[in-house]
């Protein structure tokens, strides 16, 4: 299964991947991985979203945690990864958590980290939770615990409310297609994490 969206977030542009196909996922993350002798920081937007699905043990039928969706975000590249229906995790998307020289940023990102070692047995090696960066890099206490809604205006001026599809059904990240407005909604928020870490963590380097 595969799909590309292109989404035009105040000016900038972002390819949407979303997809089940190993080679498609190789590709589109040896494409994220920056020049080796690049003086950028490397930062990835991490996301993920959950749903609950049926598993048989003996006789029984019991609701269990799943991982609906993985997403990755740069400047211009989004990738939304299916793996509820996937029979394994790309051994791309393992080596790429574990690059020593990036950094994944996210709302939520340590508690969603968590769980996708627990269930999964994946660990990231960089994850940076973005309220407490913002309120220690902005000096602004009360950014700790906000969402991506208010640190995107402070921190980027980027109102990401209005680009927001207004009717979306939260429950629907387990479909087999994605909905063009859950893979946007999956791209505004992602992308705002890499677009709020970028800044902050440029800013927490000078």
């Excluded at 000016?11 to 991985?33: P, Y």
């Excluded at 080596?95 to 660990?123: Q, W």
């Excluded at 991506?148 to 207004?166: G, M, Q």
Aim: hydrophobic content about 40%.
């Amino acid at each position: 299964m595969y799909t590309s969206e292109l989404f035009n977030l105040d000016g900038v542009l972002i390819t949407t991947h979303v997809t089940t196909k190993v080679k498609i996922i190789d590709d589109i993350l040896e494409s994220l991985l920056y020049p080796a002798d690049s003086d950028e920081i490397k930062v990835i937007g991490f996301d993920i979203e959950w749903c609950l699905s049926n598993e048989d043990e003996g006789s029984e039928t019991k609701p269990t945690t799943k991982c609906a969706t993985l997403h990755l975000c740069d400047e211009n590249t989004c990738l939304i990864i299916q793996l509820l229906h996937m029979y394994r995790v790309p051994v791309s998307l393992l080596n790429f958590l574990r690059l020593p020289d990036y950094t994944f940023v996210g709302v939520g990102i340590k508690e969603n980290l968590n769980k996708f070692e627990k269930y999964y047995g994946i660990r990231c090696r960089n994850a940076v939770e973005l309220g407490p960066l913002a309120a220690s890099v902005m000096k602004m206490p009360r950014l700790s615990a906000c969402g991506i809604d208010e640190l995107a205006l402070v921190v980027s001026k980027l109102n990401i409310r209005r680009h927001r599809p207004l009717s979306v059904v939260f429950n629907n990240w387990g479909h087999h297609e994605l909905s063009k407005k859950l893979a946007k909604l999956a791209t505004v928020n992602v992308y705002s994490y890499f677009n709020v870490g970028s800044k902050l963590l440029a800013a927490e380097a000078d």
